[in-house]
């Protein structure tokens, strides 16, 4: 049955979540802040966005209560993992997974 992601943070996590899914033939959207990487997935996410997702606004644009998940891949940067998963629950996304880099962020993650 075929799902819809959104996919927020493409790093090395991210990129490899966005192509695993694109290969499953699943309705993928790649979301992240920096051009480069949402470059690089042009041709296999169903649809691409360079576009910072602790922006409230943003997330509300992209209608992340539509998406079956809602992926954050964002390790590297803690407050913008935070942000925007709980950005994305308030928005009324439907299941929220969230990438953990530290126990600590895993333990706050879980929280929101």
Same mark, same amino acid.
């Given at each position: 049955?075929?799902?819809?992601?959104?996919?927020?943070?493409?790093?090395?996590?991210? $990129?490899? &979540?966005? +192509?695993? *899914?694109?290969?499953?033939?699943? !309705?993928?959207?790649?979301?992240? @802040?920096?051009?480069?990487?949402?470059?690089?997935?042009?041709?296999?996410?169903?649809?691409?966005?360079?576009?910072?997702?602790?922006? $409230?606004? &943003?997330? +509300?644009? *992209?209608?992340?209560?539509?998406? !079956?998940?809602?992926?954050?891949? @964002?390790?590297?940067?803690?407050?913008?993992?935070?942000?925007?998963?709980?950005?994305?629950?308030?928005?009324?996304?439907?299941?929220?997974?969230?990438?953990?880099?530290?126990?600590?962020?895993?333990?706050?993650?879980?929280?929101?």
């Amino acid at each position: 049955m075929r799902k819809s992601f959104a996919v927020f943070g493409l790093g090395r996590f991210g $990129e490899s &979540v966005v +192509r695993a *899914l694109a290969a499953a033939h699943q !309705d993928v959207l790649a979301v992240d @802040i920096n051009e480069e990487p949402v470059n690089e997935l042009m041709d296999v996410a169903t649809q691409t966005m360079i576009a910072d997702t602790r922006d $409230e606004q &943003v997330l +509300r644009d *992209l209608n992340v209560d539509t998406f !079956d998940y809602v992926i954050i891949g @964002i390790g590297n940067n803690m407050e913008a993992s935070i942000l925007t998963t709980m950005l994305s629950k308030e928005q009324g996304a439907k299941k929220v997974i969230a990438k953990a880099e530290t126990s600590d962020q895993g333990r706050v993650l879980e929280r929101v």
